[in-house]
C-alpha cells in the first residue's frame, strides 16, 4: 500500500486520512509532488460504483413500504392510518 490515493480531486494520504485537493497553494499537495518526484507512486482510485437498477429500487421501496405497514398494524393501527402516517413522515423528510 502507497503513502497516497488517488481521488477525483486530489489524493487521500494514507497516514491521517486526509484529503488532500490539487491545489498549488497547499503544503500538503506540494508534499505530494515531491513524493511523486521521488519515484513513488499512488494507488489508484477505487471505481465509480455500478448504477443501481430502478427495479432493485422500486421492490426496496416495496419492502420497506411493507415493512412499516406491518409494524403500524401491529401496533393497532388501521390500514388507512398507517399510510396517512407513512406518508406524512415521508412528506416530512427534505
Known sequence: MAQYKLL????????DGA???SAA????WDEYQ?????????????P?????DQGDLDNIQKHIK?????????SGK???QAK?????AINSLP
Open 25 to 28: 497553494d497547499n503544503k500538503d
Open 66 to 74: 411493507a415493512s412499516v405497514l406491518a409494524a403500524a398494524i401491529m
Open 34 to 46: 515531491k513524493w511523486l518526484a521521488a519515484g513513488n507512486t499512488p494507488d489508484p482510485a477505487d
Open 78 to 80: 388501521t390500514v388507512a
Open 8 to 15: 477525483k480531486n486530489g489524493v487521500f494520504r494514507v497516514a
Open 19 to 21: 484529503s488532500i485537493p
Open 48 to 52: 465509480d460504483p455500478a448504477p443501481i
Open 84 to 88: 396517512a402516517a407513512f406518508r406524512t
